[in-house]
Each structure stands twice: as structure tokens, then as C-alpha cells.
């Protein structure tokens, strides 16, 4: 790998000194065209960011009783296009959705999610896809979940005021 270094007498100080300072000259230059990468790699993500459509979030509650719920619930939400995240919160009974309003809206994501068997804020689970869901899954049909418009009045029922 090294450069062959002629030796001559009395000029191997030289030489030497060349190699070394060619060495050093490759490193600079290598060291520039890091640099220049991660300008480059800064801008273009700057940039691809800046282009990104904005992200939208939307909450809306889901029906569902155990983490295998949450497994499907969430993957059915992901499978939607433009949808860039999904957590259902398995107490709460709630998903929080990130997706491209542009791409998708938080109704179709709902569609998809009751279509995967779970009922959400807005739409009903086909009975199909309910009866399909492993049994421990199969939720109350009544379950409580928050949803996001009635979350004050759901906090309030039961007491009067
Ligand atoms: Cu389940």
C-alpha cells in the first residue's frame, strides 16, 4: 500500500518529509470531502424537511383490550397511506394518529381501523371483522372510549353538574 520510497543517499530525509507531507495533503483533502458531505447531507435533509408536507395529528378513541389489539389496531392505521404514526392507548382507549392531510384524514384512518375489527369514535366495526378478532380481543361493545369531542361530558357523567 505504501508508495514505493526510492532510496537515494542523503535524500531520504526528503523524501521522507514528502511522503509524510503528501500523506498529510491526502488527509486534508479527505477531511474536506467529509466536510463537504455533511454539508451536503445537512442541506438536503434541511431542505427535504422544509419540502415535507406538514404533519397533522388527530386523536380520536378505538375500542380494543389487550396489546394484540393494539398490534392490529395500530398496523391497520399504519397501512393507511400517508400515515406516518399510530399509538393506541390500551387504558385510555384512545389513537393518536400523525398523518399527511394531503395523503389521507383521520376518517379514512378510522375506516381502516374498524374495518381491521375495531370500532373507533366514528365508525363501526363491520360484525365480519369483530367476529373475526381472536376472542379475548372481542370488546364490549359498550366499552367506554375517549373520544374527542365528548371527553368533558364523559368526565362528568355520573355526577351532576
Ligand atoms: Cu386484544
Given amino acids: 500500500m505504501n508508495p514505493p520510497i526510492k ?3 542523503n535524500c531520504g530525509k526528503y523524501i521522507f518529509g ?3 507531507s503528501s500523506k498529510l495533503t491526502k488527509y486534508n483533502r479527505n477531511m474536506k470531502k467529509v466536510i463537504l458531505a455533511l454539508v451536503i ?3 438536503v435533509g434541511i431542505t427535504s424537511a422544509m419540502a415535507q408536507e406538514k ?3 388527530a386523536t380520536f378513541g378505538v375500542r380494543g383490550n389487550c396489546g394484540m389489539c393494539k398490534g392490529t389496531i395500530e398496523k391497520a392505521a399504519k397501512a393507511v397511506d400517508g400515515v406516518t404514526n ?3 392507548d390500551k387504558t385510555a382507549k384512545k389513537m393518536e394518529v400523525s398523518f399527511d392531510a394531503k395523503k389521507t384524514s383521520a376518517m379514512a384512518i378510522q375506516k381502516a381501523v374498524a374495518a381491521s375489527g375495531y370500532d373507533t369514535e366514528k ?3 363491520p360484525e365480519k ?3 373475526g378478532l381472536h376472542g379475548c380481543c372481542q370488546y364490549d361493545k359498550d366499552q367506554k372510549m375517549t373520544t ?8 362528568h357523567k355520573g355526577h351532576n353538574h
Avoid: H, N, Q, R
Avoid at 374527542?148 to 368526565?155: C, H, Q, R, T
Fill in 7 to 9: 532510496k537515494l543517499p
Fill in 18 to 20: 514528502g511522503y509524510m
Fill in 41 to 43: 447531507f445537512a442541506t
Fill in 55 to 57: 404533519v397533522t395529528m
Fill in 86 to 88: 399510530a399509538i393506541w
Fill in 123 to 125: 365508525m363501526t366495526a
Fill in 129 to 131: 371483522a369483530y367476529d
Fill in 148 to 155: 374527542s369531542e365528548k371527553k368533558m361530558e364523559d368526565a
